[in-house]
């Protein structure tokens, strides 16, 4: 061991048993931490902020755990929007997903549009969906997000009573119109401190982007951070002509 090495793991002794030295020394007490084993894995730096990776309508057997497997080999977490049905045939999936750190949302037992359903069918696609995530593992997810981004007053009462967060995505990937890894990767260099990235974790196209999406999320000091409820609504990227749907009540933030 270098000499400098020694005397840092005796100082570091020393603090330990001297809670009154290291009080006094903070600078010293940093030294100390710095050469622990856990310190030796530095936290990712996030300068820059966070923005949220979320992947809609899986869960896919296939292409998700391929998904999941660049998501941990970064280091890095996103937010599952998956659909009841899918979720209930391919439960395994969902318990990997959430195995690996990542969140859960609800999107929906069938993928309809919300905005031409009564009031009670929107329940059953929000309650029957959140109650199967609830029955593999749990828990119950907290955020909710609208297929096609289609909701309206009717939607939003059932949300609110639920006690669900709406989450809809500032940028959109195209990835399901066959946008290109290069697309994919040009755009989400866009992309800023607390935005909501919408993805679709079905395609191979997308989960070849991913890795390099986070390559330059680390190179712009950026994080993968998860979906947060914010008091302060977003405003949303919407694809079809909305009037004043287009505000959502999250953001990304860190895990
Ligand atoms: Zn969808």
Known sequence: MHP????????????????VVAADSVGAVGGVAAIGPVAEQPARACPNGYV?????????????????????????????????????AAPEVVVL????????GNHTYDHPFLDEL?????????TRTSAILDGIGGPAPTLFRPPYGRRN???????????????????DSDDYEEASVEQMVRQAEKATDGEVLLFHDGYHSTVDAV????????????????????????????DYDGDDKTYYPAVAGPW
Do not use: N
């Not at 793991?9 to 330990?16: F, Q």
């Not at 009564?118 to 929000?126: N, R």
């Not at 890795?211 to 712009?220: G, S």
């Open 4 to 19: 400098a090495r020694v005397w840092q793991v005796l100082l570091g002794v020393m603090l330990a048993v001297s809670p």
């Open 52 to 88: 949220a990776l979320t992947f809609d309508d899986g869960p896919d057997a296939v292409t998700t755990p391929a998904l999941v497997d660049e998501l941990r080999r970064h280091g890095s977490r996103a937010t599952f929007f998956v659909i009841g049905a899918k979720a209930a």
């Open 118 to 126: 009564s009031e009670q069918a929107v329940t059953d696609e929000l």
């Open 153 to 171: 007053a009717v939607v939003e009462r059932v949300v609110r009573r639920l006690g669900l967060t709406e989450v809809l995505w500032s940028y």
């Open 211 to 238: 890795p390099q999406i986070l390559d330059v999320f680390d190179r712009r000091g950026l994080c993968a951070g998860q979906v947060l409820p914010s008091a302060t609504p977003q405003q949303a990227w919407l």
């Open 97 to 104: 997903v959430r195995s690996e750190g990542m969140a859960v």
